[in-house]
């Protein structure tokens, strides 16, 4: 039986932790209130503009088909890469682990699709999991959650396009957990490259009137479309990861204030058995000396 000294150790040992659990959810909340408001303002301008390219690329490509852009030009995908964004720290509940969970499904369903699927990282986590189990990692990106910005997104999406262009990648897929509330994210896998333009509807079939050319706007758009589709991967994916942590940590406070209240309880227990024990003792010296 743990002696009260044990106890009382053990007891201020959890109330430091729930002192930095507690600080941790709170610093994660002030986080992700500015994350949230990021992805909300960025999802209708991605959205969007995904809608008007995938419309001027399906018209280009029903009236001039030898001239469709490579960007959305569809080709035999022989070989894939798969870009995979965890976080650099963990002590985020299943964040991390749920995309590494995602991304190995991904490999198994289509691992007869492509001849060969390459795999690069955004965070550390990624990276470390594939060291680990001795997976080959065409390249890791690092820094990127630090001081995030649309440069950094910018720099990664145009290396894609030119490993595109160049014809050393068929398909290009992020996989990221989806921001859907604090207690919510959901792992996803999102085809990049090509584009996919959408099926153009009758009554969006009416044309625009293109200054300098069609040809010319696809060739400026796409490539900015390319980055703010990562852009908005990595503000999901940030949003994702404060919210699974401030979930995280407000449990384990929880866990943290239970096991004080237990030892609590378990203490106070343990004194009284020493209180009992030290008057019987008392008593029954008195009762010898009579």
Not at 51 to 73: D, F, M, N, Y
Not at 189 to 195: A, G, K, Y
Not at 264 to 285: P, W
Request: aromatic share 6%; net charge positive; hydrophobic share 45%.
């Amino acid at each position: 039986m743990p002696s009260l000294r044990d106890i009382r150790n053990r007891i201020t040992s959890v109330k430091s932790t729930r002192q930095i659990t507690k600080a941790m959810k709170m610093v994660a909340a002030a986080k992700l209130r500015r994350a949230q408001d990021a992805v909300l303002k960025t999802r209708p301008y991605v959205q969007l503009l995904d809608k008007a390219l995938g419309l001027v690329a399906a018209r280009a490509a029903a009236e001039e088909p030898e001239s469709v852009h490579p960007l959305v030009a569809q080709r035999e995908a022989r070989v894939a890469e798969v870009v995979v964004i965890t976080s650099d720290r963990g002590l985020a509940g299943g964040f991390n682990s749920n995309i590494i969970r995602r991304t190995q499904r991904f490999l198994t369903e289509n691992g007869d699709r492509f001849e060969r699927i390459e795999l690069s990282t955004i965070g550390r986590k990624a990276k470390d999991f594939l060291k680990a189990r001795k997976l080959a990692t065409r390249k890791d990106f690092p820094g990127v959650h630090q001081g995030l910005s649309y440069e950094k997104a910018e720099a990664i999406g145009q290396e894609f396009v030119t490993r595109y262009l160049a014809g050393e990648v068929d398909a290009v897929f992020l996989c990221y957990n989806e921001f859907k509330s604090a207690i919510a994210q959901t792992p996803v896998v999102v085809q990049f490259l090509p584009l996919q333009p959408p099926a153009v509807e009758a009554e969006a079939a009416i044309d625009f009137i293109y200054e300098p050319s069609r040809e010319a706007l696809l060739a400026e758009l796409l490539p900015r479309h390319v980055a703010m589709q990562v852009w908005r991967a990595l503000l999901e994916s940030a949003a994702s990861e404060h919210g699974a942590r401030m979930s995280a940590m407000e449990s384990a406070t929880k866990n943290a204030e239970e096991m004080i209240a237990a030892l609590t309880l378990q203490y106070n227990r343990a004194r009284q058995a020493y209180v009992t024990k030290e008057l019987m003792e008392i008593v029954g010296g008195a009762e010898a000396l009579k």
